[in-house]
């Protein structure tokens, strides 16, 4: 059990109801996790407090065992809002946290390489960021994201922002990556199509109680389509659970 | 182009009036008019003896000296401010307050403490810049966008690195921006110091052009001076900060 969430709580200051209401879940490694519900039910609250970047009301998260009490590369975040530095090119950004983290300079070209070309920006590397599009800008942060190799990878919206094309290109590409690293994801995202697409698991959060709806497993064998009637199906079910929740 | 054929005619006109108000109809003594060409015997009077040479070479060194201390004095004290709620909420709005002190109102403190020298008009230097530059110290780690902490953070940095690597270069152009200001400042506040003082420099030269009585003198420090800001900020700061924004893609073409 890669991730657990332990009976999480959170409520703000200024509020008289928990956000998020004793939370359990467990993610397995190599697990493909997606978050759905509807705005304002408290799902990026949830990725923030796996991230460290809140702490909990009630409750705990545990990693591999130990509880999460701050920020760290074993749960690197990528934002909806890129979140990459603008004095810095795509190549240096992506060699950001391994920087950090004391690399070998042969290392950091190395895995530098070979994340940039899994997301097709191998050409770009030299680039400033300014003078990139919104969806390589994304790639950018999802390279930058993958070579800290984390034992979670947390993804927070991280295609809304882009135009539907976009997005949906970027989505493949995640799920063929996916399936090239097995790389542990926590992904949230107010697209049931999205979540469909992408999970193994989805966890629907209903906003009134801000607890765990439902979470529903999805067998669909990869590469997945959005048009099969199996996931147009399966898609109507979580919809359904979603907005019953919400009204 | 434009603006050099713009000074010509502005220098022109002046010429013209002090011929038609001094000369023509003597509305004016000669005296109380300073004239372009009376500017340009004057700059070579004290070219000829150095003394526009020497004063203008000690301003600068003091100005650099005093502003090189406001700069250090304020970078701290904006990092403590910004470490720190308590001071924060206590002592920065002290620091805001006594920065709209007009620095010339530091001299007679000065003066009364270090009496006529170098260091009392370096005092002035220090007053009249180290605040404002610590409050844009601060002002300018606040205005850093919170994802790029959030992002270091996330991707492992610890809080060295996260001041050096993220919110140094995040901050950097609001920084520039801010010590350009702080020069600004510390030149005036030297200028206040040196009219006040008798050692030799611009601001002394002055008001020696004052004492007697001569006002192309006056009116050619007084252009030295301009003259002496515009270059600095233009040479440094304006191509510092114009060299950031454009590697940044912040600003359009040049």
Redesign the interface.
Known sequence: MALVLDGLCKRFDNSEKDTLHEIDLEVKTGEFVCIVGASGCGKSTLLNLVAGLERPSQGKVLLDGEEVIKPGADRTVMFQEHGLFPWLSVLENVKFGMRMAGFSKEEQDKKARHYLEMVKLWDYRDYPIHQISGGMRQRTALARSLTMESKVLLMDEPFSALDKQTSNRLREELQRIWMETKQTILFITHSVEEAVYLADRVVVLSPDSGKVAEIVTVELPRPRHVYAPEFVELRHRILEEVRGEAV | MGFLLFLILLVAAWQGIYWLGVDILQLWKPYAMPSPLGVAESFLDLCQDGRLLEATGNSLLRGIGGYAIALVIGVLLGLLIHQSKYLQKNLKPLVLGIQTLPSVCWVPFSILWFGLTTQAILFVVVMGAAFSVAISVDNAIKNVQP??T?????????KK?LYL??IL??C?PELVAGMKQGWSFAWRALMAGEVMTTSVGLGQTLIMGRDLADINQVMLVMLVIVLVGIIIDKCIFSVAERRILR????TGGN
């Open positions: 994802i790029y959030k992002a270091a953070l996330t991707l492992g940095a610890n690195q690597y993220v270069p995040a950097l590697k940044r893609g912040l």
